[in-house]
């Protein structure tokens, strides 16, 4: 974000050419234009309740992004939050329903399986070598068939007759489903504000610190970072971690938005994840991984969806109305910077 802010404080007294001005603002410009076709064919997209339920419904493909994001700065690429977000939420439904626990536990076992699931990956990928996407590859098909297992390919839900015949004897309790659908002020919906919260700190820190500067510099090139004095392994080992923690994040928060354990819950999260973080490198012509570029990338992706469900397309049709509308904005982007270079 800091090249962000010297971009535009450098920008000339003059009028910038359209090219540069759409190479900047061109997602923008395209984020406007739906805004203005969703509205004229459905006046309630508008409403702030709308709005709000867009970002609620953004939130937590938002923190996947962030996550895929802080991986992307140090050069590698974390494709197992989709799998790892859908891994917690059933086990956050397991936890509470067939072991009975309480919020403040199954939390703390979210929390502790992201925190594990990240230092898996980077030992996967930092001490064994093996290549980021294939590791991670791995990572989520290893999650996607773990989750199943505890309940026997079945969704967990209150009353649930489990594996040895015993009847599940929890519930989710009001204050874990409360972090998934309580509204402050009934305005602004908790999971907004956790990706608030996290996405700023991760923001400040990639974008204000001198840690967030050897971030990129790891993603630049590691040799020279590693012969600049930076220990290159143990941060893209956070990378791995911070990515893994906010996918529990958002695990937690998908859980107690739903209520329940789905075993389809976590379908698509981590494409719509990943299309967040490729936008982003769009966001004001920055063309590298950054952390507003991904939020914003997530807001796209939430009023494309919102407003073809708003306007009844089958739902058929969004993935590819999603794909082409995603391709034609990263097009007009990198088109006119390749252009520009």
């Keep these: 974000m800091s090249s962000i802010a010297t971009d535009l404080s450098a920008t000339p007294k003059s009028r910038p050419p359209l090219r540069e001005w759409l ?6 410009l395209l ?9 004229n ?5 508008l409403r702030v309740n709308n709005l709000f339920s867009i970002l609620q419904a953004v939130a937590i ?17 974390d494709i197992s939050v989709g799998g790892l977000a859908a891994f917690i939420q059933m086990a956050a439904a397991y936890v509470l329903i067939a072991l009975d626990g309480s919020t403040p536990v199954a939390v703390a076992v979210c929390l502790a399986i992201g925190l594990a699931v990240g230092l898996f990956n980077a030992f996967l990928i930092v001490v064994v070598r093996i290549p980021d996407l294939l590791a991670t590859l791995g990572t989520l098909f290893l999650l996607a068939g773990l989750q199943l297992i505890p309940t026997g390919g079945r969704s967990i839900a209150p009353g649930m007759t489990l594996l040895d015949g015993t009847t599940a004897p929890g519930v989710f309790p009001q204050s874990f489903l409360a972090l998934g659908r309580y509204r402050v002020w009934d305005i602004v919906p908790v999971p907004v504000i956790a990706l608030a919260v996290v996405a700023f700190a991760l923001w400040f820190v990639m974008e204000r610190t001198r840690y967030g500067r050897v971030f990129y510099a790891v993603g630049g090139s590691e040799l020279a970072a590693r012969m600049a004095g930076a220990s290159t392994r143990l941060y893209r080992v956070l990378a791995y971690v911070l990515s893994s923690l906010t996918a529990a994040i958002g695990g937690i928060l998908l859980a107690g938005r739903i209520g329940r354990g789905d075993v389809s819950a976590g379908n698509g999260l981590m494409l719509d994840a990943v299309a967040a973080a490729l936008i982003g490198y769009a966001v004001l012509g920055v063309n590298r991984p950054n952390i507003f570029g991904t939020i ?16 009844n397309a089958p739902y058929y049709l969004q993935d590819f109305v999603k794909g082409a509308v995603l391709i034609g904005a990263l097009a007009l982007t990198f088109g006119l910077s390749r252009n520009r270079a």
């Design 61 to 77: 493909v938002a923190l996947l992004g962030v996550g895929v994001t802080v991986t992307t700065i140090t050069g590698g690429f």
């Design 23 to 28: 190479i900047r603002y061109g997602i923008f």
């Design 31 to 39: 984020l406007a234009v739906l805004v203005v076709i969703f509205t």
């Design 41 to 45: 064919a459905q006046p309630a997209f």
């Design 296 to 311: 914003v990338g997530a807001i796209f992706v939430g009023v494309l969806l919102n407003g073809l469900t708003m306007m």
